[in-house]
């Protein structure tokens, strides 16, 4: 070969310089090292960083993401607020805070968050993990509305609740039924009064009312959280109210909007006596008990919504999970709104849908009896146990599918990793 011949690939040219020149040894031992410490590098080294994870919520539970970055907007300032924001997966929410280039950077911020989130953690992250942004932290963003309340009391029974509205406003002045309210907080029902801006002008407001309200508390609440199931209004026939569960808002309580006494039950102390009945049942777990007088109550009373979540309830316990679905379908179709009921049905779903998971796994299983080295059975028998939470048990499955079907093996392993996709 020519010195004057030109080479078309410039890695052809290394050996001609090596054997006519011993300098270029240098060059071509340098780039070599070059090309290795290139390909060790992550193609995107450059959009790695540390975040905070505070929590991961299902698709349906969106409401429940967003109260936990409220609560990180209103509890954090300044910088730390920084790349506050909600990500959707394909079947799921996560609540993240800041971004860091070193792990150490991040410990101030989560000591801080840890006292309102104990299981936050710091993870290691990139650019490209494929979420889309749901909500993003942006400068000079509103705090949600809060307000200071009197909270008189906090009952199991909204039939209690109603009737601590009803003898609070007996014994105020009507220029004093200021926001006098029942709020759904988890499984109880609050009757609070009152919204004002500061705890000062809730103490004053106490003290002008006096003896009706001396022994209510003051606390903090947001609006954003509100869930109000009545509000007291005055009528000229009667107090009106929003039915049970139906959020109401000021200015549209209307008596039309009451389910008939003789469907409901509410108001009707046969019921609360009822519900003591069956909730004696319960301290006994005689559910049995408790489902034939809810079987009555119902009979009585089938458009009161308690009456059919207390049932699903009792058929949950009792294992019939397909029944007890039926049961809280009917309490939402009544009171929509009230969160305890979907909760139920959810739990029916669930309960429905781990029988169905433990009736797999029994299939799967006598697969395996007839044939041990059956791909199909063993891959779905690891599913399985990853949708039962018992990835020890996968990843035994995994390591069986390794030595048969490596294939297989890696879908399983992807779903032990990543948990399963059940689409949008």
């Known amino acids: 070969m020519?010195?004057?011949?030109?080479?078309?690939?410039?890695?052809?040219?290394?050996?001609?310089?090596?054997?006519?020149?011993?300098?270029?040894?240098?060059f071509r031992m340098v780039l070599v090292l070059v090309l290795i410490l290139l390909s060790s590098q992550p193609l995107y080294a450059s959009d790695r960083f540390y975040t905070i994870q505070t929590g991961t919520y299902a698709e349906s539970a969106l409401k429940y993401a967003e109260k936990q970055y409220d609560r990180l907007l209103t509890e954090l300032s300044?910088?730390?607020?920084?790349?506050?924001?909600?990500?959707?997966?394909?079947?799921f929410y996560v609540v993240r805070v800041g971004r860091f280039k070193k792990i150490h950077d991040t410990g101030a911020l989560l000591g801080r968050i840890k006292t309102m989130v104990p299981d936050a953690f710091v993870l290691k992250s990139h650019d490209t993990e494929g979420f889309a942004t749901a909500r993003l932290y942006k400068k000079n963003e509103k705090v949600p509305e809060e307000y200071y309340t009197l909270q008189l009391g906090t009952f199991l029974r909204f039939v209690q609740a109603q009737q601590e509205v009803d003898s609070t406003a007996r014994n105020l002045k009507e220029k004093d039924i200021r926001d006098l309210r029942i709020e759904r907080v988890d499984r109880y029902y609050s009757v609070r009064l009152g919204k004002f801006e500061s705890y000062t002008s809730a103490k004053e407001f106490r003290g002008h009312i006096g003896k009706p309200v001396l022994e209510s508390v003051i606390l903090k609440a947001c609006m954003k959280d509100e869930h109000t199931v009545s509000i007291y209004a005055k009528s000229s026939v009667s107090q009106s109210r929003v039915a049970e569960g139906n959020p109401a808002s000021q200015g549209r309580v209307h008596g039309k909007d009451k389910l008939p006494l003789k469907d409901t039950g509410i108001n009707?102390?046969?019921?609360?006596?009822?519900?003591?009945?069956v909730s004696s049942y319960y301290d006994n777990d005689e559910y049995g008990k408790a489902a034939g007088a809810l079987r009555k109550g119902l009979a009585r009373y089938p458009g009161n919504p308690d009456l059919h979540a207390w049932y699903g309830a009792t058929l949950l316990n009792l294992e019939f999970p397909d029944k007890a679905y039926e049961e809280y379908k009917?309490?939402?179709r009544i009171a929509p709104d009230v969160p305890d009921y979907h909760a139920g049905l959810g739990y029916s779903l669930l309960d429905i849908h781990m029988e169905k998971i433990r009736k797999s796994v029994d299939a799967f299983t006598k697969a395996l009896e007839i044939d041990p080295d059956n791909v199909a059975a063993l891959e779905g028998l690891g599913i399985a146990y990853v949708s039962m939470d018992k990835k020890d048990l996968a990843n035994e499955i995994y390591d069986r599918l390794r030595v048969l079907d490596i294939e297989a093996a890696e879908r399983l392993n992807k779903i032990i990793k990543w948990g399963l996709d059940w689409g949008e």
């Open 330 to 332: 009917k309490a939402i």
């Open 2 to 26: 020519n010195k004057s011949e030109s080479f078309r690939n410039p890695l052809d040219a290394i050996p001609y310089f090596i054997i006519n020149n011993r300098a270029a040894g240098l």
């Open 268 to 277: 009707n102390k046969k019921v609360e006596t009822l519900l003591d009945e």
């Open 78 to 91: 300044g910088n730390e607020l920084d790349n506050l924001r909600i990500l959707k997966g394909r079947i």
